[in-house]
């Protein structure tokens, strides 16, 4: 009987080998020069045999799964694998990179959408767009919040009426 041990690729492999000594030696032993072979003996020996190529064929099994694993792990093929703060860092900056890239589509949705609202109002959506203070009222805005429309119209109706303030003080 295999020890806790013979789970492993290379104790598996070594146990293997064993056996199969043992086999030829059994084999060697039993059978004397002109005697028979006994029919018990022969399937002992056959199934001593095939049970030594299972546990070889399991053996390159569990080797091949390791290798996966491993390269699954480390696709580069390092023996050492990648630097955990060399991983983090990456992670960090992709992170950092992803939520430039959404405050870029959020500020973009923003935009569009006051083009729109600034045409159904009958304003010019070139002039609210260059104003940096109109861009600055709606930067906070979700665009995908319930009351964006109206905040937005909201905003847009401020930054004319201040521009109008500005052009003409007396109005």
Do not use: C, W, Y
């Not at 020890?3 to 104790?11: D, I, R, W």
């Not at 056996?19 to 020996?45: C, H, K, M, N, Y």
């Amino acid at each position: 009987m295999p020890s806790e041990t013979a789970n492993t690729p290379a104790a598996t492999d070594s146990s293997d080998q064993g056996e199969l000594s043992s086999i030829d030696s059994a084999r060697a032993a039993t059978t004397t020069p002109g005697t028979t072979p006994d029919p018990v003996e022969e399937r002992q020996l056959a199934v001593a045999e095939q049970r030594a190529t299972e546990q070889s064929e399991r053996a390159e099994q569990l080797q091949a799964a390791l290798d996966a694993v491993h390269q699954a792990l480390n696709p580069d093929g390092g023996e050492g694998g990648q630097d955990l703060a060399q991983l983090a860092a990456q992670v960090a900056d992709r992170d950092k990179q992803l939520a430039d890239v959404g405050a870029q589509l959020r500020t973009a949705q923003v935009e569009l959408a006051a083009h729109r609202a600034a045409a159904e109002q009958g304003e010019r959506a070139d002039r609210l767009l260059n104003s940096r203070s109109f861009l600055d009222s709606v930067a906070a805005l979700d665009p995908t919040g319930p009351k964006f429309e109206q905040q937005l119209s909201a905003a847009i109706t401020a930054a004319v009426g201040a521009r109008l303030a500005r052009h003409h003080p007396g109005t």
